[in-house]
């Protein structure tokens, strides 16, 4: 795992955007206590391969998130499908079945 690249600095706001790798350190590490969002099953495949994720798909989300934030896709069972950013709050997400939730950057069976 030595010299993969975990993040990358966006220069538009000095924040850092996690790639797929540093997501799936970042899960495996600890608890993962903000910026998470898990999705059904039916979506899980797509998602993996780098589709967005959509309100209706969520089954649970961290009610933190703000939208513009990074945020980890994760499968009912705890698994990485993607990372990207929130469209909705974590509120939001939990309550709307419409509409886009987090726009999906990289998916991990992306090639």
Do not use: C
Not at 66 to 80: A, C
Request: hydrophobic fraction near 40%.
């Amino acid at each position: 795992m030595e010299g993969r690249l975990l993040a990358t600095l966006r220069p538009t706001d000095g924040l850092f955007s996690l790639t797929v790798e540093g997501a799936k350190r970042l899960a495996s590490k600890a608890n993962l206590g903000r910026l998470w969002v898990k999705v059904s099953d039916d979506a899980a495949p797509f998602i993996a391969k780098g589709k967005s994720v959509f309100a209706k798909h969520i089954t649970d989300a961290d009610t933190e998130i703000r939208p513009q934030e990074e945020t980890i896709v994760l499968s009912k069972y705890g698994k990485v499908l993607a990372v990207g950013k929130a469209v909705l709050t974590g509120r939001e997400m939990k309550t709307f079945k419409r509409g886009l939730a987090v726009r999906v950057r990289r998916g991990v069976a992306e090639k």
